[in-house]
């Protein structure tokens, strides 16, 4: 099913499995294929998992042999599977042996139900102070093909009755920063052809990147989209978001308050709660003002330890009083379980293990600086 070893021919045409129903259409028609057979392809490809195009079934050899040397089907390669319960992280390498880390994790109230957490990146280039990915440094923005096959390498790892209900795009890398590939690999998870995923069964997390929240809001309103906040005044999210100095606060909330009233019906804030930094009542109450006339659910996640970073996690008395706070400003909160933490699997610790090997080859200021 998923190789495990890099495909070395990977370079070699276009990979198949990043292809949505148009592209792979004008793909098959221009080699002399039909529409019809386009979906067959597209359809035995994703149903089969196979990473050899002779082996796509339900696909005419005739239409395989003109494909073949043109195409590719390239998953990564799975090199580690760590668990922690019923929290599985996958460790990735594309074909050209940069890591890339997928979590799933199934649903507190129906364990059958499992979420797919997908990178975009390997590494990132955003900079979050707090976060593992940013610490190991931006290798590159991954393909369409990477993304869908972290999917492909987490349907493989799926325990009998197990399906997947959601896909996020929160692990490495801030996805608005590589919207194309994003964008092919969505339509590849909504496909009929593909797996079939609703687009509110979808959600995209950004730091801030206001151009790729207006674009993701003309070309997918019914996907959700995920605000990573971490702050209700700019001298603070400057520091702990580096984009903010781009796209402030005030900017973000406008674009919110204008969101397509078809997209996301509550949007989902994500704040990070870091001890001593972000985590007084003030920064609660305020929490609740800024968010007051959106609907809207706070997602709000004590900081994972990193142990490389200089963050805590504040007393759970600390992180009850700091919600509390938030609802009786008018915001509405969710306190989220993190689950994972003990193989830095949980929200802003994937790639911590590059970090405290040694094996960050590229340095914040390098990643900002060709940002």
Not at 108 to 127: A, F, I, K
Not at 252 to 281: K, Q, T
């Amino acid at each position: 099913m998923i190789p495990t070893k890099p495909d070395e021919c990977a370079e070699k045409g276009t990979d198949l499995l990043g292809l949505g129903p148009t592209e792979t259409v004008s793909l098959v028609t221009a080699h002399g294929g039909t529409a019809t057979q386009a979906r067959k392809l597209m359809r035995g490809l994703h149903q089969a998992r196979v990473s050899l195009l002779a082996q796509v079934p339900n696909v005419s050899r005739r239409l395989l042999d003109r494909l073949s040397g043109i195409v590719t089907i390239t998953p990564p390669a799975v090199q580690k599977v760590t668990n922690s319960g019923t929290t599985r992280k996958l460790l990735l390498l594309t074909p050209d042996g940069h890591p890339v880390e997928t979590v799933l994790f199934p649903a507190h109230m129906d364990p059958e139900r499992v979420t797919v957490c997908v990178s975009s990146q390997s590494g990132c280039q955003m900079g979050c102070c707090f976060c593992a990915s940013s610490g190991m440094g931006f290798r590159r923005d991954l393909t369409a093909g990477e993304i869908v096959g972290q999917l492909w390498a987490a349907l493989d790892r799926l325990e009998t009755g197990e399906r997947i209900n959601n896909v996020v795009f929160m692990g490495m890398g801030e996805p608005l920063a590589n919207f194309d590939a994003v964008a092919a690999a969505i339509r590849v998870f909504h496909a009929e052809e593909g797996f079939r995923l609703a687009y509110d069964k979808i959600t995209v997390s950004t730091c801030g990147l206001i151009p790729g929240m207006t674009r993701l809001a003309g070309e997918f309103p019914r996907v959700n989209l995920a605000l990573s906040l971490h702050a209700t005044r700019d001298e603070i999210r400057n520091r702990l978001v580096p984009a903010n100095r781009r796209y402030p606060i005030a900017q973000l909330m406008e674009l919110i308050r204008s969101y397509p009233p078809r997209g996301c019906r509550v949007f989902c804030i994500e704040y990070c709660l870091i001890a001593g930094v972000n985590d007084s009542r003030d920064e609660a109450c305020e929490l609740g003002r800024l968010l007051s006339g959106i609907p809207h659910k706070v997602h709000l996640i004590p900081c994972n330890p990193v142990p490389t970073l200089p963050y805590a996690r504040p007393d759970d008395a600390v992180v009850r009083e700091f919600a509390s706070a938030a609802v009786s400003a008018g915001g509405s909160v969710l306190i989220r379980d993190s689950r994972g933490q003990d193989i830095m699997a949980a929200c802003g610790q994937l790639g911590a293990s590059y970090v405290a090997s040694g094996k960050a080859s590229t340095s914040r200021h390098e990643a900002d600086s060709r940002h």
